[in-house]
């Protein structure tokens, strides 16, 4: 069946970058999308990011500077890589396929 | 870029009551707008696609309507199981979600 796993280091340090990788199973990254989206503690969520079948990218306006997202299809997994972290970039990272299938999501602290 | 205002923010209702959650977009999204309901500590379950078809598997008191900008998810008959946070999310362009309601029991 279909999944995806977020993984990750739960902290990270002000101003450091931060990495990411979603898992996925039962589906081809190379016939579909995957989207990144965070929420950060007790807040809605925010669209980062997508990855489509054909290996294009598109960005949240606001994270454009900051954010990249790729893949590698042969080992079914889908990274996000964002710099100059702040403390306001604390949240649980999620990765989605068509916006029906979603990871369980993982915490990310950004602290000294 | 396109902005998802949704309202109320907060609501406190009695099992059986119909409530309406609301999301309005800064421009006509053309239906593209699913609803998503949010427990606790767990991933976001889509319950209504594409304004108003329902997902396989999610109870039929769930519906959702709307056209141009404004959309209405509809809990018919409110079950207790139904307390979560609620969102829209618009993907005719781009992608926007709405902030949440929040649903309680009174």
Not at chain 1, 2 to 19: A, H, I, N, R, Y
Not at chain 1, 68 to 76: G, H, N
Not at chain 2, 3 to 14: G, V
């Amino acid at each position: 069946q279909v999944q995806l796993k977020e993984s990750g280091p739960g902290l990270v340090q002000p101003s450091e970058t931060l990495s990411l990788t979603c898992t996925v199973s039962g589906f081809s990254l190379t016939s579909n999308s995957v989207h990144w989206v965070r929420q950060p503690p007790g807040k809605g969520l925010e669209w980062m990011g997508i990855i489509r079948s054909g290996g294009s990218t598109d960005y949240n306006s606001a994270l454009k500077s900051r954010l990249s997202i790729s893949r590698d299809t042969s080992k079914s997994q889908v990274f996000l890589k964002m710099n100059s972290l702040q403390t306001e970039d604390t949240a649980i990272y999620y990765c989605t396929r068509q916006w029906y299938y979603w990871g369980q999501g993982v915490m990310v602290t950004v602290s000294s | 870029d396109i902005q998802m205002t949704q309202s109320p923010s907060f609501l406190s209702a009695t099992v059986g009551d119909r409530v309406t959650i609301n999301c309005k977009a800064s421009q006509n999204i053309n239906k593209y707008l699913n609803w998503y309901q949010q427990k606790l500590g767990e991933a976001p379950k889509r319950l209504i696609y594409n304004t108003n078809s329902l997902q396989t598997g999610i109870p039929s008191r769930f519906s959702g309507s709307g056209s141009g900008t404004d959309y209405t998810l509809t809990i018919s008959s409110l079950q207790p199981e139904d307390v979560a946070t609620y969102f829209c999310l618009q993907h005719n362009s781009g992608y926007t979600f709405g902030a949440g309601t929040k649903l309680e029991l009174k």
